[in-house]
């Protein structure tokens, strides 16, 4: 039985870390053990420019600890105004890692996202033709379509018909929570991934609504049934390049969770990495764990793995705190539901 594993030291292609005092507070809780994380550029007011990129990673370095060593890999928040110059200028420079769609009003501050993809065209264009990815927020938001079926009815209606009209344009479809999306990624060729989440792989729809809303378990794109969690779980362990780990570690504080119209978002990034070692363990697929969280993620961004490593050993139950405090309230740390027992040295 394996007790002990070492890996190349990981990264978080999928990462919240707000702004001001949360900033401050849960930067620290990433840096620890990812060496470079996609920075999510949805801030109000939202990161649109390549100025607003460079502003936004200053104030992160700011805050980073000095002891600390971590790369802000930033994006630029996609609107039907984006100019494709700025775009080119920004990634020339090495300033900017991907862009962001955002389809309006599908998650966190996603007002000034895209309403009609035709209007973003000039843009995916240019970004196909300087080799500069897409990172996708994969759900409609048509009244009319069930909360549930978003992602699936994205896929057909929206993300297809761009991928057909945008060859060499390289897509990430972020958090996948459906095996629709799963079995989209498998069917096509590399210059489609997909990031997907811890939460996702541990909670179903049933752990938010059985026995009572559980606000810290709500997210969006929003759990799916137990089918399709377990797909998620297959894709991530089976070491398939095209699959690879973007936490969505999305912290609010308290108020803003338990409230009547509560924010989405888990805030799992302290303890990634020991429900991600129980979830592979039992998938029986440990030897592949660090493809997942430190492999597939640079090569897919054409990127070096990180050359420095972190343990992780199996022992005693690991004791996490309930909730880390800031200067804008108490945030929550998503609960696994299940005792941890891998210690990141």
């Keep these: ?130 080799g500069l990815p897409l990172c996708v927020h994969g759900e409609v938001t048509d009244a009319h379509i069930d909360i549930f079926d978003r992602e699936a009815v994205f896929i057909d209606r929206v993300l297809d018909p761009v991928r057909r009209a945008t060859p060499g344009l390289r897509v990430v479809m972020e958090h996948v929570t459906t095996r629709d999306a799963v079995d989209y990624v498998t069917s096509q060729p590399r210059d489609l991934g997909a990031t997907i989440t811890t939460h996702h792989m541990v909670i179903n729809r049933n752990h938010i609504l059985v026995g009572g809303i559980k606000p810290h378990y709500y997210c969006l794109p929003v759990a799916k049934r137990e089918d399709h969690r377990l797909a998620l779980r297959a894709a991530a362990t089976s070491g398939d390049p095209r699959f690879f780990l973007g936490t969505d570690s999305a912290p609010h504080a308290d108020p803003a969770k338990e409230s009547a119209c509560g924010c989405a978002g888990c805030f799992t990034a302290p303890h990634t990495l020991s429900i991600l070692a129980h979830v592979f363990e039992d998938e029986d697929a440990l030897d592949r764990l660090e493809t997942f969280t430190s492999l597939n993620g640079p090569a897919f961004y054409g990127l070096a793995p990180n050359d420095t490593t972190l343990t992780l050993t199996k022992g005693d139950a690991v004791r996490y705190p309930e909730r880390i405090e800031t200067g804008d309230g108490p945030v929550t740390l998503f609960d696994p539901g299940f005792p941890l027992h891998w210690h990141v040295t």
């Excluded at 849960?26 to 920075?39: D, G, N």
């Excluded at 900017?96 to 769609?101: E, G, I, S, Y």
């Design 1 to 130: 039985m394996t007790t002990s594993l070492t890996l190349r030291r990981p990264d978080d292609w999928h990462l919240h870390l707000r702004d001001g005092a949360i900033l401050r507070a849960v930067l620290p809780e990433s840096a620890r053990h990812f060496a470079r994380a996609i920075i999510m550029p949805n801030l109000v007011p939202p990161v649109v420019t390549a100025r607003d990129a460079r502003a936004y990673r200053d104030r992160i370095l700011a805050a980073l600890p000095k002891e600390m060593t971590f790369t802000p890999l930033m994006t630029l928040y996609l609107t039907e105004e984006t100019d494709p110059a700025d775009v080119a200028h920004a990634h020339a420079s090495g300033l900017v890692t991907a862009v962001k769609l955002y389809p309006a009003g599908a998650t966190t501050n996603s007002a000034s996202g895209v309403r009609d993809v035709d209007r973003v065209r000039g843009v995916l264009e240019k970004m196909a033709e300087i």
